[in-house]
């Protein structure tokens, strides 16, 4: 994962966020994903498509108290899942 590079969506994916909790359609398995507190607020971020890696971590930090490591840790952790259901993909653009 290039830290420098925009997350978005993958152009195949269908999500919402309704009252704070990111709903997201899986388009291989057509499986709907409902994210937790933390991944909807990642998930928020992703759909803006103007956060790198880096910008979301330190969002984290601020919005949850948490330290950089534990932060840069459960985020690599998280895009890493979404990414490997081809759910997001970066860009430098």
């Known amino acids: 994962m290039d830290s420098t590079k925009l997350i978005m969506p993958h152009r195949r994916v269908a999500a919402r966020i309704v009252d704070g909790c990111a709903l997201i359609l899986d388009p291989r398995t057509d499986q709907l994903q409902r994210l937790n507190e933390v991944g909807s607020f990642i998930w928020a971020r992703i759909i803006e498509r103007s956060h790198t890696c880096d910008s979301i971590r330190d969002l984290l ?3 949850f108290q948490v330290d950089e490591a534990t932060a840069q840790s459960d985020l690599n952790a998280f895009l890493d899942k979404l990414a ?3 759910l997001i ?3 430098s653009d």
């Open 61 to 63: 930090i601020d919005e």
């Open 84 to 86: 490997e259901r081809d």
């Open 89 to 91: 993909q970066y860009t």
